[in-house]
């Protein structure tokens, strides 16, 4: 989550007098690499500014070297318990080496690694022999968290074959030939091994420096350039390329989705599932074999400055065959509109009369802080302007799918259904063992763009900033929340910053610099926003949430800072404060709506289901999977007004405009009392 103004200003500032020696240095080096030497720097930037550390210590240090440990394997399949201890011990004083300029127990856990992911790939190749039978009745718990290290190689070894059947399952799934799947996976382990042993130290550290991050609480992290460059893309909503999803597959860059109004797109020269194995620069430059490329470094060659030239040579499956073209496309402006605020319309009967009622989709808080940039706030502003304009009688806002974003905007965004008033409350920091200091954002417009009904639409991972803005609404009585028993549980607030200050040549920092309370005085941190109306949800899983991630901060409550100015009660601007017995009410005749619904009974079952199995992968049920890769790739790749049906279709969407029809009847009921 992005922080104000003032919080990024003061952040510069620091950035500048702590990294002197990454300022220089990066100047006068052949090129912009992240290196040993910067690491201590860069740690300290995120002491300088976490909320609750401010100094290196032991646990802190056994924490950064677990979080690295699962930065080289997550999964637990290359490493065993002796490789594990014998890093540790290495690292034993990492701290002390950092600040010496010494990274030799990273270098060291590295070599480690390759030694075992080269044993691993060769027990894959003799496994994969002429003999070999797929055995699909093998089935094994895959959850890291519980996973221990495999102490032995048989061990391991053991593991590993169970792991391979699973693979081969999903190729031959993906309707592929025994001998061609035999083939891929061995490929891909050759690559997993060719891949690590030609990275360069830059990638280790910058695992390291992610790692120190994480080992500070689960949302502070550190982006390499590339990574920086796609957070900015995410923001903004826009970048400058040929607008086309890309993913890697079995060594090819494949072409997953093709942004709607992009170069790809309007030239009709490419296809989604198109593999790409050569990139040309310009109308003569040389072409250059991408197979086998890692993923960034092939989207670095594609993107490139408005109106230039790229030339592409596809593979395309036509059947049994294989087709080999070459496409020049022009690089245009992209407009990622997927990510974007979007107008949608649902009519629901209230007492014999049709209404309509407006859903604002809203996927991610993002801001583009360059002039004349796009914002979350100001998109959804003009949607709701449309909205009125188009007569609508209720609002659903929909977070559902809202991860967070621009802390701004969350503000903005909660005060477009209120007046004036405070909105959320950012603590900084304790310093010197006084009482941190809180900072109120307030909502100083006051205009209130939509008066009329509402309802929040949420889930397990509406996040942060979704959680300001519902949470914000809650405690005003301003809007009823439809979802999940209760949104993620993300009460912090976090800020990046580029490395060095403005440049980012060396990437950059995301620091949790501050917690958030709602005006009600609550802190959604590991609690989130409780629902008015409880519905159920895909993600409503028991570990999804922001208490079941390593080192999540604490949670904390402050007495409530509501804002009478946020009311209004007479005028056009004036709307209704939603009374305890209209919830119940609401809440009910929802509860009798669900229990009839086949959709609802759909989504029950399928979370029992998934509950019951747990982290267990059976190897025959990889055909299921295939049935939903398939449907997602189809529904990533199908056309706006398909896309705009299946979403308006949604159980939780029919839902949520339900309770505001319903909410629309308590309100007209209401105001005829008064009149009586």
Excluded at 29 to 47: Q, T
Excluded at 102 to 129: T, Y
Excluded at 211 to 237: G, W
Excluded at 310 to 316: A, E, K, N, P, S
Aim: net charge neutral.
């Amino acid at each position: 989550m992005k922080n104000t103004k003032l919080m990024s200003a003061t952040l510069a500032l620091c950035l500048l007098f702590l990294l002197p020696l990454i300022n220089a240095e990066a100047a006068s080096s052949k090129g912009p690499e992240l290196e040993c030497r910067y690491l201590g720097a860069i740690e300290s930037v995120y002491l300088s500014q976490h909320v609750k550390y401010a100094q290196r210590d032991k646990a802190l240090q056994d924490r950064v070297i677990d979080q690295y440990i699962k930065h080289l394997d997550i999964f637990k399949i290359s490493l065993l318990a002796t490789d594990v201890a014998e890093i540790k011990k290495s690292m034993a004083n990492i701290f002390d080496n950092i600040k010496t300029k010494d990274c030799s127990p990273l270098d060291n856990a590295e070599k480690i690694v390759l030694k075992r992911m080269k044993e691993r790939a060769e027990f894959v190749k003799k496994m994969l022999g002429k003999d070999y039978k797929l055995d699909t009745k093998v089935e094994f718990i895959f959850d890291s968290q519980k996973k221990p290290f495999a102490t032995t190689q048989k061990e391991a070894e053991d593991f590993l074959r169970k792991y391979v059947h699973f693979q081969i399952s999903n190729y031959l799934s993906a309707d592929e030939k025994i001998d061609e799947a035999k083939t891929n996976v061995v490929k891909s382990w050759d690559r997993n091994v060719k891949r690590l042993a030609e990275q360069k130290a830059e990638k280790n550290y910058s695992e390291y420096l992610d790692a120190f991050a994480l080992a500070l609480d689960p949302h502070s992290s550190y982006f390499s350039r590339d990574q920086n460059e796609d957070f900015r893309i995410q923001m903004s909503l826009s970048l400058e390329g040929i607008g086309a999803t890309l993913s890697s597959q079995d060594g090819f860059t494949v072409i997953e989705a093709l942004v709607p109004g992009g170069a790809a797109s309007r030239s009709g020269l490419v296809q989604a599932q198109d593999k790409i194995v050569a990139v040309g620069q310009g109308e003569k430059g040389a072409m250059e074999n991408v197979i086998e490329m890692d993923l960034p470094d092939v989207v670095k060659k594609i993107r490139g400055p408005k109106g230039t030239k790229v030339r592409l040579i596809v593979l395309r499956k036509k059947g049994e065959e294989k087709n080999r073209l070459e496409v020049t496309l022009v690089r245009d402006q992209v407009k990622l509109e997927d990510e974007a605020a979007a107008l949608h319309y649902l009519d629901k009967e209230v007492g014999g009369v049709k209404k309509k009622i407006a859903v604002l989709e809203l996927p991610s808080f993002y801001s583009d802080n360059r002039r004349g940039g796009r914002s979350a706030a100001s998109d959804l502003k003009k949607l709701i302007t449309d909205a009125r304009n188009a007569k609508a009688d209720g609002v659903v806002l929909d977070l559902s799918n809202n991860g967070g974003g621009s802390l701004e905007d969350a503000v903005k965004i909660a005060g477009l259904f209120f007046a004036t008033g405070n909105v959320v409350k950012q603590s900084a920091r304790e310093e010197n063992n006084s009482e941190a200091r809180e900072i109120a954002l307030k909502d100083t417009d006051s205009t209130v763009d939509w008066p009329g009904p509402m309802a929040v639409l949420t889930s397990r991972i509406s996040a942060s900033a979704s959680e300001i803005v519902s949470g914000t609404l809650k405690d005003y009585k301003r809007a009823v929340i439809v979802g999940s028993e209760h949104t993620f549980g993300k009460g912090s607030v976090q800020t990046v910053m580029d490395i060095p200050p403005q440049s980012g040549e060396l990437g950059a920092v995301k620091v949790t610099v501050g917690m958030f309370f709602t005006p009600g005085g609550f802190s959604t941190q590991h609690r989130g926003v409780e629902a008015d109306v409880k519905i159920p949800g895909a993600y409503d899983q028991d570990d999804i949430g922001e208490k079941y991630l390593d080192y999540s901060l604490p949670p904390k409550q402050l007495p409530p800072f509501l804002s009478q100015d946020a009311y209004v009660k007479e005028g056009k601007d004036a709307w209704i404060p939603l009374e305890s017995n209209w919830l119940k009410s609401l809440a009910d005749k929802s509860k009798a709506r669900v229990e009839k619904s086949e959709d609802f009974k759909k989504i029950v079952d399928d979370l029992s289901k998934e509950k019951s199995r747990g982290k267990l992968i059976k190897v025959s049920e990889s055909v299921k999977d295939k049935e939903k890769r398939e449907s997602k790739k189809a529904a990533k790749n199908a056309p706006k007004e398909d896309k705009e049906k299946e979403y308006l279709k949604r159980a939780d969407v029919q839902e949520a405009a339900n309770v505001v029809a319903d909410l629309l009847g308590l309100e007209a009921g209401n105001s005829v009392a008064k009149k009586q």
